[in-house]
């Protein structure tokens, strides 16, 4: 098993373009959650998915938008990057609301 | 606002000697506390997690002590080895009763000095 992937592992936007972060996994998690990692601050929640076609917003979803059409894929979309969403971004996936959270290996993105 | 905690933001020990990270927290619907341990471009990985119906948990060389009436837990790293130098988050959530969403404290990096 692969586990949690996420691709690519860097990219530099320029402001006002767009992208989408890409987050697939083979284990059969129902739960998958994207976090944004900046120094000093811990990880924040962006959104997250309990299933095929149910997501919700974490604390911080302003600026993001993901989607969930499938089990194994949630991929989160920048629309109109700004500066201010440089930052490494984090995929996990969990099988329920109990269990472990295991983590992707991470997206650098560095909008100027 | 931050629901969780974390200090040191730094800490630097001896190999062999003890490594201690503290949290706190304010809200008292948490029911699951895991450690995350994340080594310089890598995603974090669970270390050691506990739910507040004990006091304390321990895995090999890594011990949570859990203060429920004081809203605290920490991490106790015994025999600290270089390999052990890494940036370790404390975290909470609402594991039973909602869907698992992590509170992330700001992180410890640890060095341990051979």
């Known amino acids: 098993n692969a586990g949690v992937t996420q691709t690519p592992k860097f990219r530099i936007l320029k402001i006002g373009q767009s992208m989408t972060l890409q987050c697939a996994q083979d284990m059969n998690h129902n739960y998958m959650y994207w976090y944004r990692q900046d120094p000093g601050m811990g990880l924040k929640l962006i959104y997250y998915?309990?299933?095929?076609?149910?997501?919700d917003k974490g604390e911080v979803p302003n600026g993001y938008n993901v989607s969930r059409s499938t089990t194994e894929d949630f991929p989160l979309r920048l629309e109109l990057a700004a500066p201010s969403q440089t930052s490494v971004y984090f995929c996990?996936?969990?099988?329920?609301?109990?269990?472990?959270?295991?983590f992707g290996p991470g997206t650098r993105l560095l909008v100027l | 606002q931050q629901q969780v905690k974390q200090s040191p933001q730094s800490l630097i020990v001896q190999k062999g000697g003890i490594s201690i990270i503290n949290c706190a927290y304010e809200?008292?619907?948490?029911?699951?506390f895991p450690w995350y341990q994340q080594f310089p471009g890598k995603g974090p990985a669970l270390l050691i997690a506990?739910?507040?119906?004990?006091s304390e948990k321990k895995e090999g060389r890594f011990t949570i002590s859990f203060n429920k009436s004081a809203k605290q837990f920490s991490l106790h790293i015994m025999d600290s080895q270089p390999g052990d130098s890494a940036t370790y988050f404390c975290a909470a959530s609402l594991g039973q009763t909602g869907a698992n969403n992590l509170f992330f404290g700001t992180g410890t990096r640890l060095t341990v000095i051979p």
């Open positions: 506990i739910r507040p119906d004990v």
């Open positions: 998915s309990v299933g095929a076609g149910i997501t």
């Open positions: 996990a996936g969990a099988g329920g609301p109990s269990e472990t959270q295991y």
């Open positions: 809200n008292t619907a948490f029911d699951y």
